[in-house]
């Protein structure tokens, strides 16, 4: 199987047949960025907003009064311009990282829209765009369905990827692993970080590649990080409806988030967080479904739903000011429905996790 190509990060000149794929707006001024090149070299027409002139093609991302377009729109130029690519074979198409420049769009939000879609084969993407960074949960000894795996090694199969039938499955939420790997049969806590450096399928919280790169084994805390910044990566503050906004509040307030969602709140705060979330807290944090509650202070508490992990860390003045805290005693646990029950609170008592009401 040969090497995925990708849309190469500095594009100076190109062959008769090929094509540069810019970012651009409703005016058709191609005054800075991508778009600029290829005015300059590659035969872009000033006024022309959308489509193919010269050797390049536009997607807008700006509208007329240079504002974000919707993430529906860019798809719909997209499609627009997997449809052109189609009914011309013999050109091939370079796409730059649009709208993530002057535009101002998060990559791993743009990058979606293009996973969501059937890429033609003369259609080549930035790297940022195709590979995923996922997770995948093994058994002790490595397997998985029966396939030996090895950390730091590269696996492909000559295949279409279809999820749940074909491929090197994964996902890209980390604590999603918890729905195919439980807490219970230790088999979640031998999870890796991966690529999917060949075609990729998605459905719902699963993916499914044909070329797969095993990175490193995870340890809770390690988990924990990659969660917080998989949630954060996909974060925007343009509308705070979207279950994935982060959502913070002072001392003694409160926050929540939705699914994916991260919430944090402050000293004697409260901090909620829906299925796969994270919660942090000075005061009492709960997360759903393989979520993420931590809490840090004094008589402090956390809960979870199936398979979330929980963090508890009690704290004491190590100083003459009243802002100098160290740790005193910490201890991380995962729900497993019978050593940490599931939807329960609990804290920190001589360093173990005792029941506690709400």
Same mark, same amino acid.
């Given at each position: 199987?040969?090497?995925?190509?990708f849309t190469p990060e500095n594009i100076t000149e190109l062959?008769?047949?090929?094509?540069?794929?810019?970012?651009?707006?409703?005016?058709?001024?191609?005054?800075?960025?991508?778009?600029?090149?290829?005015?300059?070299?590659?035969g872009a027409i000033m006024g022309q907003a959308e489509g193919?002139?010269?050797?390049?093609?536009?997607?807008?991302?700006?509208?007329?009064?240079?504002?974000?377009?919707? !993430?529906?729109?860019?798809?719909?130029?997209?499609?627009?311009?997997?449809?052109? &690519?189609?009914?011309?074979?013999?050109?091939?198409?370079?796409?730059?990282?649009?709208?993530?420049?002057?535009?101002?769009?998060?990559?791993? #939000?743009?990058?979606?829209?293009?996973?969501?879609?059937?890429?033609?084969?003369?259609?080549?993407?930035?790297?940022?765009? /195709?590979?995923? =960074?996922?997770?995948?949960?093994?058994?002790?000894?490595?397997? /998985?369905?029966?396939?030996?795996?090895?950390?730091? !090694?590269? %696996?492909?199969?000559?295949? $279409?990827?279809?999820? /749940?039938?074909?491929?090197?499955?994964?996902?890209?939420?980390?604590?999603?692993?918890?729905?195919?790997?439980?807490?219970?049969?230790?088999?979640?806590?031998?999870?890796?970080?991966?690529?999917?450096?060949?075609? $990729?399928? $998605?459905?719902?919280?699963?993916?499914?590649?044909?070329?797969?790169?095993?990175?490193?084994?995870?340890?809770?805390?390690?988990? /924990?990080?990659?969660?917080?910044?998989?949630?954060?990566?996909?974060?925007?503050?343009?509308?705070?409806?979207?279950?994935?906004?982060?959502?913070?509040?002072? =001392?003694?307030?409160?926050?929540?988030?939705?699914?994916?969602?991260? &919430?944090?709140?402050?000293?004697?705060?409260?901090?909620?967080?829906?299925?796969?979330?994270?919660?942090?807290?000075?005061?009492?944090?709960?997360?759903?479904?393989?979520?993420?509650?931590?809490? #840090?202070?004094?008589?402090?508490?956390?809960?979870?739903?199936?398979?979330?992990?929980?963090?508890?860390?009690?704290? %004491?003045?190590?100083? !003459?000011?009243?802002?100098?805290?160290?740790?005193?005693?910490?201890k991380a646990a995962v729900v497993d429905g019978e050593t940490?029950?599931?939807?329960?609170?609990?804290?920190?008592?001589?360093?173990?996790?005792?029941?506690?009401?709400?």
């Amino acid at each position: 199987m040969e090497n995925r190509q990708f849309t190469p990060e500095n594009i100076t000149e190109l062959k008769d047949h090929e094509v540069f794929v810019f970012g651009s707006n409703m005016n058709g001024n191609h005054a800075g960025g991508a778009a600029r090149i290829a005015v300059e070299k590659f035969g872009a027409i000033m006024g022309q907003a959308e489509g193919l002139q010269g050797q390049a093609y536009a997607i807008p991302t700006l509208d007329k009064d240079m504002q974000k377009v919707s !993430e529906d729109d860019i798809e719909m130029s997209v499609t627009k311009l997997y449809d052109f &690519a189609k009914h011309n074979p013999d050109k091939t198409f370079y796409v730059t990282k649009i709208g993530c420049g002057i535009a101002g769009f998060n990559q791993y #939000r743009i990058g979606d829209i293009f996973k969501r879609l059937d890429t033609p084969e003369n259609v080549i993407l930035p790297k940022e765009f /195709c590979v995923l =960074e996922g997770y995948k949960a093994f058994n002790n000894d490595m397997t /998985c369905r029966g396939f030996q795996y090895k950390e730091g !090694e590269t %696996y492909s199969e000559d295949v $279409t990827p279809d999820v /749940c039938s074909r491929g090197f499955h994964f996902c890209e939420n980390p604590l999603a692993v918890r729905d195919y790997y439980s807490a219970a049969d230790g088999k979640a806590n031998h999870i890796h970080k991966v690529e999917a450096i060949g075609l $990729t399928k $998605t459905d719902g919280n699963k993916s499914a590649t044909n070329k797969i790169r095993i990175g490193a084994r995870l340890d809770i805390a390690g988990l /924990c990080r990659a969660h917080f910044e998989y949630v954060h990566n996909r974060c925007t503050n343009e509308n705070n409806a979207e279950p994935e906004q982060p959502a913070a509040a002072g =001392e003694n307030g409160s926050a929540a988030a939705g699914e994916n969602g991260s &919430a944090a709140a402050g000293f004697k705060g409260s901090a909620a967080a829906g299925s796969y979330g994270s919660a942090v807290s000075r005061g009492s944090a709960e997360s759903g479904k393989n979520g993420i509650s931590v809490a #840090r202070g004094n008589d402090v508490k956390v809960r979870g739903g199936m398979g979330a992990i929980l963090l508890l860390a009690e704290e %004491y003045k190590s100083g !003459e000011n009243d802002d100098v805290y160290a740790i005193k005693q910490w201890k991380a646990a995962v729900v497993d429905g019978e050593t940490i029950k599931a939807d329960t609170w609990y804290k920190l008592v001589d360093g173990e996790f005792v029941e506690c009401k709400e």
